[in-house]
């Protein structure tokens, strides 16, 4: 059994500001920011604040990060910069190529990791362990390339992030074996991210052609959509929407029996 | 400005070139894909794509009498081994059907491609999500010659972008989707895309286990097993086209402050429409100096497709005659809809409605 198995699994939670910090007591990460809106880039002063807070409590930072147009990444060049000098621990969750290469380029003492939105493509969020079929087994029909490792490898990724339970099942120990840790994000998991907020066009519907100017309305409002035919609801968390995917055991028993080293949890 | 545009059948090829199409682009989804996981392109039904390679040699011969270059649609993600090892089985047969290029999304695949074939063009696919000049940039060096840009930015932000890329010396032909804009969430991250395994299939199987027994009970074995057969394909067609962005929803607005609710219905997360239209885009795009114009719908009759190259082209034409402002632009524009589709345009159906309502009306600017 490999080290990371029986070490104790780090606990991380979504942070938005420090608002109610005894909250954060029980955890040992805080992932600022978002991963599916470029309008959620923490601002400045938010940040130093999460980082003076994290530095005094002994916490670790992990930045997400979304897919950006070049204006939202000019915004978040001034948040690397500040990052890139505030410690050699310092994670930022990649979805987008282009932070990719901002990161290997520019802000060399920041940790890339390989984000939830993009994992999600290495497993269907629908997959389920009955999708093996023809006298195939689901875990061999879901064996990954060794292209997506070298890709990985190649571009200094020594985490990758999921948000889909299968997905540990059936991915986490080959990432492990190749020397890339896994952490894991509950109990949302990634469906769909759209840049025409839903929660903008709340109030007139007929506008919903429209790219909407943002008010942040997100942060005010939980939306939860029904449909009896889907089976399951959605939930929508600024522009990404997702589905709540159960653990049928102990999610840390399982995370550990998997080698995943890394719990985050994340609010509706 | 050239256009490029779907093709899905053989018999199609002539057709779509005289109507005004300068490049086809098409997939190509045979039977071994019915049996892994993955998919040979981004369009999730068999029937957007040709059956086989010699389908493709076919309409390659064809435009290769009227010099038009045919690109394959290699743009699924391929992460599995059994999908990658296949993709590569069909890369190699591509590249002997003598292929213009290729248009992928899947970093590993450009990789591949160059090892395979060094000089053949690569087309980053809108499936690669490339919003901005620094992934330009990546896949720049990775030896991408044009980028298909996402449906998801806007008009200033293709702008923005443009100039990003002047400012860093970047120089790449870029591609903007023009017409039949169908779907509101990001491609590529987009996992109601093409799913098999999607829930409501539950209901649906009850349909098929019902042909099936009937087909059991009055058949003889050789006959059904063939029939079952083309079910199953059928089915699996049907089954990918159930997307959830298409359902309707009842949405609860909760309110984190006080937990009140706010009931919307019906609540749409996905088009109803099939065909929106970014056609009256193609003014400023020009502007920006976009190199090509993609139209969308590999899956749609020849007629439609005749008929949007004849909408499109006829734009462009437009713009080439004379120079003239976007008002008298947009008046040409409605009034060769209208003569191509026999309908007036809606405002409903465009994708940039609140960028054309603010042109057209500056007062009323947010």
Same mark, same amino acid.
């Given at each position: 059994m490999k080290d990371n198995r029986i070490s104790p699994i780090e606990k991380g939670i979504r942070v938005f500001d420090l608002s109610n910090p005894e909250k954060f007591d029980a955890y040992d990460r805080l992932y600022i920011g978002d991963d599916s809106c470029e309008r959620l880039v923490p601002e400045s002063t938010k940040l130093e604040a999460i980082l003076m807070y994290a530095r005094k409590n002994n916490k670790r930072i992990s930045l997400l990060t979304s897919y950006y147009t070049d204006k939202g990444l000019k915004n978040l060049k001034i948040i690397l910069g500040i990052l890139n000098n505030s410690g050699s621990d310092i994670e930022v969750v990649i979805n987008d190529i282009g932070v990719l290469k901002l990161l290997n380029s520019e802000y060399k003492n920041i940790i890339p990791v390989y984000g939830a939105l993009s994992s999600s493509s290495f497993l269907h969020p629908y997959a389920n362990f009955k999708s093996g079929c023809q006298g195939i087994s689901s875990s061999e029909r879901h064996l990954l390339?060794?292209? =997506? !490792?070298? !890709?990985?490898?190649? &571009? &200094?990724?020594?985490? =990758?992030?999921?948000? &889909?339970?299968?997905?540990?099942f059936l991915l986490a120990d080959s990432f492990i074996s190749k020397g890339i840790n896994v952490s894991f994000h509950y109990p949302f998991t990634f469906l769909t991210s759209t840049r025409r907020c839903l929660f903008a066009s709340r109030k007139s519907i007929s506008s919903k052609f429209a790219l909407l100017g943002c008010n942040k309305e997100c942060l005010n409002y939980r939306l939860i959509l029904v449909n009896r035919n889907l089976g399951h609801k959605i939930f929508v968390r600024g522009t990404a929407q997702y589905m709540r995917k159960k653990a049928k055991n102990n999610l840390s028993d399982i995370c550990r029996d998997h080698g995943v080293d890394r719990l985050i949890r994340s609010k509706a | 400005m050239k256009i490029t545009a779907p093709i899905n059948k053989v018999t199609e090829t002539k057709a779509l070139i005289e109507a005004g199409a300068d490049e086809l682009y098409c997939g190509v989804y045979h039977d071994k894909w019915y049996s892994i996981e993955g998919r040979p392109n981004a369009k999730p039904s068999s029937r957007s794509s040709l059956k086989s390679f010699a389908e493709l040699q076919e309409i390659i011969k064809i435009s290769g009498t009227y010099n038009i270059p045919v690109f394959i649609t290699l743009n699924a993600a391929y992460n599995q081994k059994q999908?990658? *090892?296949? #993709?590569?089985?069909?890369?190699k047969k591509a590249v002997d059907c003598n292929v213009s290029g290729f248009v992928v999304a899947s970093i590993p695949l450009l990789r591949e491609i160059r090892k395979i074939s060094k000089d053949k063009p690569l087309i980053l696919s809108t499936m690669a999500n490339c919003f901005n000049s620094e992934a330009v940039s990546y896949y720049k060096d990775l030896g991408v010659s044009r980028i298909v840009l996402p449906r998801d930015l806007t008009i200033s932000e293709l702008a923005n972008l443009r100039d990003e890329l002047k400012a860093k010396k970047i120089d790449m032909p870029l591609e903007s989707f023009v017409l039949n804009l169908t779907c509101r969430n990001v491609n590529g991250y987009c996992r109601y895309h093409g799913n098999k395994y999607h829930p409501a299939s539950k209901v649906l199987s009850v349909r098929i286990l019902r042909k099936i027994r009937g087909l059991l009970a009055y058949s003889p074995p050789k006959f059904y097993l063939n029939k079952i057969s083309v079910i199953f394909k059928k089915y699996r067609d049907y089954n990918e086209k159930i997307q959830p962005c298409l359902l309707k929803y009842k949405a609860n607005f909760i309110s984190c402050k006080d937990k009140s609710k706010e009931k919307v219905f019906p609540f749409w997360i996905g *088009?109803?429409?099939? +065909? #929106?239209? +970014? +056609?009256?885009? #193609?003014f400023y795009l020009r502007e920006f100096g976009i190199e090509y114009l993609k139209i969308i719908g590999r899956w749609l009759p020849t007629k439609v497709k005749i008929q949007d190259l004849t909408f499109i082209s006829s734009l462009r034409n437009i713009l080439n005659e004379r120079s003239m402002d976007f008002d008298e632009f947009f008046k040409k524009g409605q009034e060769n809809y209208r003569k191509t589709y026999g309908r007036n345009c809606k405002l409903s159906e465009c994708h940039y409605a609140s960028f054309i309502q603010n042109k057209l009306n500056p007062d009323n600017e947010r």
């Open positions: 390339a060794k292209e =997506v !490792f070298d !890709f990985l490898i190649k &571009n &200094n990724f020594k985490r =990758v992030e999921f948000d &889909n339970i299968t997905s540990i | 999908s990658f *090892e296949l #993709i590569k089985e069909d890369l *088009e109803p429409y099939q +065909a #929106i239209c +970014a +056609a009256c885009s #193609i």
